[in-house]
Structures are given as C-alpha cells and as structure tokens.
C-alpha cells in the first residue's frame, strides 16, 4: 500500500511527485506482472507498462483519493492500455497464436513440477475476463476491494468471479492429474 | 463505473477468499483449504517478473520524469483550441444578434401625431403666400419631431429655430410641445415650464398637473406667449434640464388679408356714423331724426363688432398660443444641457448602460454555450462508453 512521502512544508507539486515516486517503486513488478499476464507477452507488457506509468505520471493531479486507493487508480490506468493492446493486435491480426510465457519455463523436478505444469495448461485455457483477475489478484498484489475498483464491480462481485475462477483452475488442475 | 452490491457472500465463499488472502500473507490456513492454499502459491508462482534491462530503463526514466515528449499533450491543446473556437463563435453569434436586433439602448416612443395646431390646414406646401392673392392666407405648420421617434431637447432645440413674422405681416404663431420626464419629476419639470413662461412675460392660461409619482404622472398647459418672445420660449421650453421633447410642432397662419378687411369694415362703420351723425344735425323733421337715430345706433354696433373681431385677431398676431403636454414615463432621461455637454451622472447613466448591453451580450452567448456545451458532453460520453465497449471486447477475445 502506498504512503504518502510528503514533509511539511513541501510544496505541492514536490508532494505529488514523491508521491508518484513511492507509487511507482512499489508497484512496478506488479503492474508489470499483471500486464506480462493478460498480454502473454513480455515484450508487449514492457511497453506497455511504461505507457501506463508516464500516462500516470502525466494524470498524477488528476488523482482523487476519494474515488480509490492509488494502487488501483494506477492499475486501472495499466489496464485500458493493456486493452488498447489487445485491440491494436488483433486489429494488425498478429495473435494468430498466444506467444509461450518462455522465461517462466524452468526446470523442475517431481510432483511439483507435474503441479506446476498443470496450473500453466489450465491457466492457459481461461478466458481474457478470469485470467485477468487472477493477475490482478496472485500477480498484482491487489486486494478485492481494489480488483473491484479496477474492474468496475462491487466487492462482492469480484469476490464471486474470484471464487468461481479459483474452482475452475482447481478443478482443470485435479483432471490434468 | 463501479457497482454497488450488498448481496452477501456465501460463507464458503468468503472462507476460501479469506483462505487465499492468508496464505499470500504468509500465514497459517485451515487444513480444509490446503488444497486452494496451494492453488494460490503456485499461482503466485507463476508471477512474471520484469528483466534486468527492462526494469533499469523504466527507472531512468521515471528518474528524468518521462522527459521525453509524448503524445497525450497533444489532445488536450486541441481540446483547448476547439473550446476557444467554440467560445469564439458563440460570442460571435451573440454579436450578431444583439446587432441584427438594434441598440437596446434607444427606447422606442409611441407615435406621435404632428399636425398643424388650431385653424391651420394640414397642408404645409406654401410657407408664404404672396399678399392679397388669397381671401384666406395659408398657414405653415412645422413639425419637428418624426413620428415613432424621440430626440433630445438640446437636438430639437437646434434644429427647429422658429422664424419671425416678416415685418409688415399680421401672422398668428402657435405651437405644440409635448414633453416626457420620469414619473417623480412631473412637479419640477411643470415648475420649470411656469418659471420660463414667466420670465418671457407670457401668460399660463390653464394649466393641469397630475403627478401620481408612478407611471402615469400628466401635466398639460395652455400657454399665451407674446410673439416676440415665441422663439426663444420654445427654445427654452424644449431645453428644459429633466425633460426630453417627445414631438414638437410650430404653426404660423399669414391673417394680413382678414387683418385689413376687419380693418377696412370697421373704418368704413366709423365714416358712415360720421356721415348720419352730420345729417342728423341738418335734419328737421322728427321722422328724419328717428330713423337717422336707428341707423346710427346699428352703425355704432357694427363699428362694437368690427372693433371687437378686430382686436381679438390682434391678441392673436401679439400673443402665440402654445400647448404643452408633459408626461411620466417610465424611463427618465435627463436632458442634455448646453448641448451635449459631458457629466458625471451622464458618465454614470451610460456606464449603466454599457454593463447592461454586455449582460445581455455574455446571457446571449452562455445561452448560445450550453446547448453546445452539452453537445458536447454528450459526444464525449458516447466516445467513452464506446471505448470503454471495445475495450471490454478485446478482453473477450483473448
């Protein structure tokens, strides 16, 4: 969660470029990871991410703390440009085939990695809508209130697609065992 | 858009987020939930991390605050262009109609009839007619003021400079003269009138003052001026400080030929009671004296009649009737003094005068900005709802 970094007698706009700063320290992996999720694309969710945070940067004052926490404000902001990639993609027809998440591959052994095969494949066949709360929950650190706030749904909404997607990877996982 | 939902969790449900929020947390689960908890970690696992170079880069560039120049400026200067574009068209519009519906400022006074006053004919053609051509000498009638307009005291007292009988001529001048002022100024503006009538010697025949401090206020005023002084009275009449000439009309009827008849007539009754009266005293018989008696006595009341009309037609060369009408309007301008001079309370009226034509100008253009206003809010809610649809669209298509 991010802090306010602000010293008294800062002026304001010293404040809120400290607190884009502290924001963009604790939020970079994350909004990279959630990006790198939904894309299936580490080059695309590179570009991305920075996109998202210079837009961020740039709307910084924009900011209302009363309509949201900052985290989600910011993955908000991550996400419709994480959208305007996928669009501006299969516009120019390039995701014939989603790209392998290939830095992800390592070598395991045993059961676990059996486990882990398992998760990957069934991960896989989600839709774009239950990959992206899984990314935004395991990935991007986010709470539920704060999945609801990016996503545009009550709480308990997010709560429930959070649910329902937890079942069905455990279900794809138990039957690829 | 986020929605709002009070619809309860199912307790398993709730347990198994809560489940999930532990074991991310680092702490201990129920045993029920290991097979979620174990889920959720490798899921967690599965997180993709940021490359070296990647990561290096984004801080430099976070470092120098994006210094580069980008892109989302530029919709926002055009925005701004658009609404100054906009801005500028409404007031043009507003201009526009302000002008194409005429000055505001200038009130627009009922019709005013102008004729010639009295016995005067309508017909205006013939200023002079040359002596004893006509029984009846035509008279001129000078209406000053157009119908349906209203001019200043100062602008009509210039333009309407009445002209003196020519000499030799028995011409009877009158004149009508109908003033406005504000409703509370009814009483000052007829004190003026009988200060300035008094001052040229003249003579207030009847006069009616109605001030009702409303709308309303009336005052009318039968005026005997001697001629000689008719030019300068209506001047000063037209002039006053607190009243604007509404309409004033100058009549003037060439009586030189009914003047020398009357004169003739009565001329001729005096010599022929001269005549009775000399063969009276050479009468002898008493018949001859009744019957010289009876015509001397119609002589002398036809020499009564005669010198009656005579001297009536002779008040009238001397004195000009003038009828003067004030009335309370409900716009009070004062009059300019000295013609067009510049005051403080002038300063002060149009400066009110100003500020009132650029309210309505800026009410015109906020009326002009808001249907464009809301046009275009609602263009950019339908851009936002529709990207917001493609966006859900492409998240679907993955």
């Known amino acids: ?177 | 858009m986020r929605l709002r939902d009070e619809t309860p969790l199912d307790p398993k449900v709730v347990a198994s987020l809560d489940a999930i929020d532990a074991v991310l947390a680092g702490e201990p689960v129920d045993p029920r939930h290991a097979e979620l908890a174990e889920l959720a970690l490798l899921l967690a696992g599965e997180r993709p991390e940021p490359g070296v170079p990647f990561a290096t880069q984004l801080d430099e560039r976070v470092h120098r605050r994006f210094a580069a120049p980008s892109a989302p400026r530029r919709p926002r200067r055009r925005w701004l262009w658009s609404s100054a574009a906009g801005v500028a068209v409404a007031a043009g519009v507003a201009v526009a109609i302000v002008i194409s519906s005429g000055s505001p400022s200038r009130p627009s006074a009922p019709p005013v009839a102008t004729s010639a006053a009295g016995s005067a004919p309508s017909s205006a053609s013939v200023p002079t007619p040359a002596a004893g051509r006509a029984p009846a000498a035509p008279a001129t009638a000078r209406p000053v003021a157009a119908s349906g307009q209203v001019f200043s005291s100062g602008a009509i007292g210039r333009t309407a400079t009445l002209q003196p009988p020519s000499s030799g001529r028995k011409v009877v001048q009158g004149g009508q003269l109908s003033l406005t002022t504000s409703p509370s100024r009814v009483d000052t503006v007829a004190q003026e009138v009988f200060d300035v009538v008094g001052q040229e010697r003249g003579i207030v025949n009847s006069s009616t003052v109605t001030a009702t401090g409303g709308t309303g206020g009336y005052a009318q005023f039968q005026l005997s001026i001697p001629s000689g002084a008719l030019a300068q009275t209506m001047a000063a009449l037209s002039t006053l400080q607190y009243a604007r000439v509404a309409s004033r009309t100058d009549t003037s009827q060439d009586v030189t030929d009914q003047y020398n008849a009357d004169a003739t007539r009565l001329a001729d009754a005096r010599a022929l009671r001269t005549s009775l009266l000399k063969q009276l005293a050479n009468a002898t018989t008493q018949s001859q004296i009744n019957s010289l008696t009876a015509q001397i006595h119609d002589a002398e009341a036809s020499i009564s009649s005669d010198l009656a009309t005579l001297r009536a037609l002779n008040n009238q060369i001397n004195y000009s009737q003038v009828t003067l009408t004030i009335n309370g309007g409900p716009t009070p301008l004062p009059a300019q003094s000295g013609g067009g001079g510049f005051s403080l309370h002038q300063a002060a009226h149009d400066a009110g005068r100003v500020l009132t034509v650029a309210a309505g100008v800026a009410l015109i253009a906020l009326a002009a900005l808001l249907p464009i206003a809301a046009l275009g809010a609602l263009g950019w809610w339908v851009v936002a709802v529709l990207r917001r649809r493609r966006r859900e669209q492409a998240l679907d298509a993955i």
Not at chain 1, 69 to 88: P, T
Not at chain 1, 128 to 134: A, L, P, Y
């Open chain 1, 1 to 177: 969660m991010i802090e306010t970094l602000s010293a008294p007698g800062e002026t304001r706009s010293a404040t809120a470029w400290e607190r884009f700063e502290a924001l963009y320290r604790s939020s970079r992996d994350d909004v990279y990871a959630y990006v790198a999720t939904l894309l299936r694309d580490r080059a695309a969710a590179e570009d991305v991410t920075a996109l998202a945070f210079e837009r961020a940067y740039r709307r910084r004052r924009t900011f209302d703390r009363r309509r949201g926490e900052e985290r989600a404000w910011l993955f908000g902001i991550a996400r419709n440009a994480a959208l305007d990639e996928l669009r501006r993609r299969r516009r120019l027809a390039q995701l014939a085939a989603d790209p392998e998440d290939t830095a992800a591959t390592e070598v395991d052994e045993g059961d676990v990695a059996l486990r882990r095969t398992a998760v990957r494949e069934a991960l896989a066949r989600l839709s774009g809508r239950e990959r992206e709360i899984v990314a935004l929950k395991f990935h991007g650190g986010l709470s539920n209130a704060e999945i609801a706030r990016v996503l545009g749904v009550s709480e308990s909404n997010a709560g429930t697609l959070l649910y329902r997607t937890m079942e069905k990877l455990r279900k794809a996982c138990d039957a690829t065992s």
